[in-house]
């Protein structure tokens, strides 16, 4: 099996996964990863001579700090389509700090899966990781507080509540003190509906009435499931892992989750339709054992946030132009995106069907439903409003400002 890189260069280089690992093993997985992302193609030497240069600068002098960094599925492939900023944060740190803080990259489900990569951190086992905020709701609940329905209307909103000093007390400062983690940086999309192969020779999805009765894969956010209830949609809670056969042998009519994850996760050949339903968080983050960050020195804490902030914001930039470029999440779509070559529509519905939504599902509409985990939170928080606070943030720009365009911000200064 070829190692396929994705590459602006028309040259097609294959390296089997038997060589590739073979380099890692002798000059490191973190240092060869970081070497083929920087080649785009390359040959099997070329990728030894750079990793063997990586190498050689990184263990140039020993490191005060080694991080594990369990990377759940994602690989220097992969994140070039879904721009989860992993390796970006790797490299920028290490180069910030003059390799006292090392950082090793462990991807592919090789240590931590999407579901259990929060616990692992918390346990010790590794020091940071990428995972959905959602799958890892099961073992840091107060992650649920992203997942009010329709709480943020557009990813620009979302990325405006990263950077936003707030977002320290509503989200940071609860998930540290509750469950031990540092919050550093996501990608931001906006869960829809993948629809499987049942629905290849359907019309392409107009209306919510279309959605209602079919049974759909959920995450592990227990906000999520309420959301999906109230809009009759069946909630299925399936492993991500196992998510792809569930749609490739119909079991499931389609999954929430966001147009990224379809295309990062090899999930373009079993889903036809990508339905825009934006009904709550979709956001790939990357956290810290809380424990591991107090062991850094103030200047190596200080290197931490700035290097989380340079990742949000190239994140910010390239996931952007990697729905447009890579995945085809647009209407209509570029040739050659992965949308596109595997013959997924993108559902994009008007303003007025998801309005029809959220006022079936928002808790600013029914709030009902919403109540004990509202009053759950809230204490978590300390006692904020944490839905009615983040959905006031989330409209402070205007409703239609780019993602690219939301003016960064350092979150935690004047918080």
Known sequence: MEKKIITSSSEDVGVSRRDFFKVASAYGMSSTIMAATALGSFTLPQLAQASEANAKKRFKKPAKHTLTFG????????LL?????????????????????????????????????????????????????????????????????????????????????????????????????????????????????????????TSIEELKGTKNRVTGTQLGRIAMQLLELNPVPIAWSETLDGLKQGLIDGAETWAGAVAYANMSPVVSQSVDLRFFCGTEATMMDAKQFDSFSGELQDAVLESAYFTQVKIQAAQEAALVNTVGATNPQLPGTLFAEHGVRVASLSDAERAKAEKICAPEFNPEPWAKWRDRLDKWSGGLDTYGSIHKIAREIPKDTLAENVEPRRWWKNA
């Open 71 to 78: 990377a759940s599925g994602f690989n220097e492939n992969n």
């Open 81 to 205: 389509i879904e721009r989860a900023g992993c390796l970006d944060f790797l490299k920028d740190i290490e180069d910030r700090t003059d390799g006292e803080i090392r950082v090793e990259f462990i991807g592919d489900n090789q240590i931590c899966g999407q579901l259990n990569c929060v616990k692992k951190t918390q346990q010790g086992i590794i020091q940071m990781f990428t995972a959905s905020t959602q799958n890892s709701a099961g073992g840091a609940p107060y992650l649920n507080v992203l997942d009010y329905a329709y709480m943020f209307p557009s990813r620009a909103s979302q990325y405006h509540f990263l950077y936003h000093p707030d977002s320290q007390k509503l989200l940071r400062d609860p998930l540290r003190k509750r469950h031990g983690l540092e919050f550093l940086f996501s990608h931001c999309e906006l869960r829809g509906l993948q629809m499987g192969l049942g629905w290849k020779d359907k019309p392409l999805i």
